[in-house]
């Protein structure tokens, strides 16, 4: 961690000792807020190329983010840091884990799964809280009535980061358990807050929205937003945007659009381009980029169990 980030780390753990005096406390904690959520805070995380050493380190970040919170809930880039640290890390260290597990392991695949669902929601309710509490009546707001549309008028360029990571983990939610009728009934008003997201700032994250989008309209039906164009449209622009480095792009579009169509070459050659982007050809996805690696070779490893037509290992 960088001596600047351990500063405030110590200065947050002083404040944690005197909370219960007021109005210093109350501009030393605000002081931390921002420090700890301010701009390249996350590159310590996502610039890593030890994926365990993050994995392992993750859990304390984020109750430390929450326990800062509690004292300084109204803080927006506190709700944003920690809310999309929750999604990252159930889609980084327990869904994506989950997915590899072998078929003999299903009770824990299981309970892996759930773990992931609660853990996205999490975050995904502390982002709504962001989002409501910089546009009042932002939780109620819906499609149907054309509420929702209203208030995604009034946001700017800095709010497309909330509004992504907002999606995204409801979304992922429901991609766990798509028999939550809870959550396929907000699906139109996510769909609204993702192409907002996209019109407000299409570069956010570099290519985040466009592999995103991937498989937004490669998994959902129609009747649902589904559309298979749009999806590759999204697939070239993320690659165009990396300059061909996307692991993401490559994988989504090997799961979503070459299994379905049992195209098994074009499956092996977008996860052998995955294989072959350097972590390094940039640094703040280096930690995603290896992640990724470890999936597409599973993929490869593994891909008898999405083609029948491929032989099964003796050994399975």
């Known amino acids: 961690m960088k001596k600047r980030h351990f500063f405030y780390f110590s200065a947050f753990c002083a404040c944690l000792i005197f909370l219960s005096s007021c109005s210093i406390n109350k501009l030393a904690i605000n002081a931390v807020s921002n420090a700890l959520t301010g701009d390249g805070s996350s590159d310590v995380f996502t610039g890593d190329s030890d994926p365990k050493l993050v994995g392992d380190a993750l859990p304390f970040a984020i109750k430390m983010y929450e326990t800062l919170l509690s004292a300084n809930p109204g803080h927006q880039g506190l709700m944003v840091t920690t809310g999309s640290l929750f999604v990252m890390y159930s889609n980084a260290y327990v869904h994506g884990p989950a997915e590899m597990l072998p078929s003999d392991k299903w009770q824990e695949r299981e309970a892996e799964m759930d773990r992931a669902k609660k853990l996205y929601l999490r975050g995904h309710e502390i982002l709504y809280n962001a989002l409501d509490s910089k546009f009042s009546g932002f939780r109620k707001a819906s499609v149907a009535d054309g509420s929702l549309q209203t208030i995604l008028e009034k946001c700017k360029k800095e709010d497309a980061g909330t509004l992504y990571w907002a999606v995204a983990g409801g979304l992922a939610a429901y991609s766990i358990d798509v028999f939550d009728f809870e959550l396929s009934a907000r699906i139109p008003n996510w769909s609204a807050m ?11 994250g570099g290519a985040s929205l466009d592999e995103f989008f991937i498989l937004f309209y490669s998994s959902l039906p129609e009747t649902m937003g589904g559309d298979k164009e749009q999806a590759l449209y999204h ?8 300059r061909g480095n996307s692991t993401s792009a490559y994988i989504s579009y090997a799961q979503s659009i070459s299994v379905p169509a049992q195209d098994y070459d074009t499956f092996r050659d977008c996860l052998e381009k995955a294989l072959a982007v350097d972590p390094n050809a940039d640094a703040s ?3 995603m980029t290896i992640i990724n690696q470890k999936k597409a070779r599973w993929l490869l490893d593994n891909a008898y169990n999405y083609f029948s037509f491929l ?5 399975y």
């Open 194 to 204: 993702i192409h907002r997201a996209y019109e407000l700032d299409p570069d956010y």
């Open 235 to 242: 697939f070239r622009r993320a690659l165009e945007k990396t």
């Open 285 to 287: 996805t280096r930690l």
């Open 311 to 315: 032989p099964i290992p003796e050994d």
